[in-house]
Nanobody
Framework: QVQLVESGGGLVQAGGSLRLSCAASGSIFSINAMGWYRQAPGKQRELVAV???????NYADSVKGRFTLSRDNAKNTMYLQMNSLKPEDTALYYCNAEISRRAYTGALRQYVYWGQGTQVTVSS
């Protein structure tokens, strides 16, 4: 099995910073794209940022210039550095990863996994 465990959420004042981590563990052959999504109360889940296996990143317009996404492939871990936080960044943040695993036949198959979510609250 595979697990994604998020950490680093919390309560911060506007203008402050937080660093989220997402660690993947289990029976993993390789991790392809990884990303962060967020969902605020009463709103749909939205993409925050995504990073490919090669390290290329893409950000939502609302976080460009404030958030930085990185990954440590040796540790199967992704990080989201969030600076200049705003009250509108308040949401439950979810980690997502495309992970290749070997099936019992030996063939490689790709699966999508989600973490359980970590709450980020930004007070004004």
């Amino acid at each position: 099995q595979v697990q994604l465990v998020e950490s680093g959420g919390g309560l911060v004042q506007a203008g402050g910073s937080l660093r989220l981590s997402c660690a993947a563990s289990g029976s993993i052959f390789s991790i392809n794209a990884m990303g962060w999504y967020r969902q605020a109360p009463g709103k749909q889940r939205e993409l925050v940022a995504v990073i490919t296996g090669g390290g290329s990143t893409n950000y939502a317009d609302s976080v460009k210039g404030r958030f930085t996404l990185s990954r440590d492939n040796a540790k199967n871990t992704m990080y989201l550095q969030m600076n200049s936080l705003k009250p509108e960044d308040t949401a439950l943040y979810y980690c997502n990863a495309e992970i290749s695993r070997r099936a019992y036949t030996g063939a490689l198959r790709q699966y999508v996994y989600w973490g359980q979510g970590t709450q980020v609250t930004v007070s004004s």
